[in-house]
Antibody, heavy 120, light 107 residues
Framework: EVQLLEYGGALVQPGGSLRLSCAAS????????MTWVRQAPGKGLEWVSC????????HYTDSVKGRFTISRDNSKNTLYLQMNSLRVEDTAVYYC?????????????WGQGTLVTVSS | EIELTQSPATLSLSPGERATLSCRASQGVSTSLAWYQHKPGQAPRLLIYDAFDRASGIPARFGGSASGTDFTLTISSVEPEDFAVYYC?????????FGGGTKVEIK
């Protein structure tokens, strides 16, 4: 059974940093692209970042480029999102999701999400 | 950036009625479009991928179709558990984008 468990969400001040993690199980982690998607309060889903199965290919939405870094440790079956220079508008539930395969970026399994609140 | 416009924003239906949800892309995305269902407090659920294909375990009442840059998600007969928000997502080009969502609510 595929399971994705996000953790690391917290209350942080503007300008601060946070690292989210997503522990994966039930599939061959290194064979699949992974993504982070967020949902701000009262808003829709917003794609944040993707990483290929090998970890060599990464992509970001413009609003987080230069501030967020996606990475993965295939030996630990874990996906990360390092978030720096956080802004109030980064407040959201952050979901990790599994790609359909190594290169097709639609997402067939999702975690329950972790809440990031950026506020002074 | 490819914009996805979903309509209507809200669809009010009674159980047993047919639901037709629209997603229009600002430029061609081939058939690289997926549909998700999202309920409050739950993980989003993949329904349809590559415009037409049902994901594993998805009931046959959910169907996807496409015509050019217009995509449609149809629920042939809405069940009580189908009341939720539905999003389309394109994977044709970076950045990936989601539509704004359609809320299917009980009439």
């Amino acid at each position: 059974e595929v399971q994705l468990l996000e953790y690391g969400g917290a209350l942080v001040q503007p300008g601060g940093s946070l690292r989210l993690s997503c522990a994966a199980s039930g599939f061959t982690f290194s064979s699949y692209a992974m993504t982070w998607v967020r949902q701000a309060p009262g808003k829709g889903l917003e794609w944040v970042s993707c990483i290929s199965g090998s970890g060599t290919g990464t992509h970001y939405t413009d609003s987080v480029k230069g501030r967020f870094t996606i990475s993965r440790d295939n030996s630990k079956n874990t996906l990360y999102l390092q978030m720096n220079s956080l802004r109030v508008e980064d407040t959201a539930v952050y979901y990790c999701a599994k790609g359909a395969d190594a290169s097709r970026y639609h997402f067939d399994f999702w975690g329950q999400g972790t809440l990031v609140t950026v506020s002074s | 950036e490819i914009e996805l416009t979903q309509s209507p924003a809200t669809l009010s239906l009674s159980p047993g009625e047919r639901a037709t949800l629209s997603c229009r892309a600002s430029q061609g995305v081939s058939t690289s479009l997926a549909w998700y269902q999202h309920k409050p407090g739950q993980a989003p659920r993949l329904l349809i991928y590559d415009a037409f294909d049902r994901a594993s375990g998805i009931p046959a009442r959910f169907g996807g179709s496409a015509s050019g840059t217009d995509f449609t998600l149809t629920i042939s007969s809405v069940e009580p558990e189908d009341f939720a928000v539905y999003y389309c997502q394109q994977r044709y080009d970076w950045p990936l984008t989601f539509g704004g969502g359609t809320k299917v609510e009980i009439k």
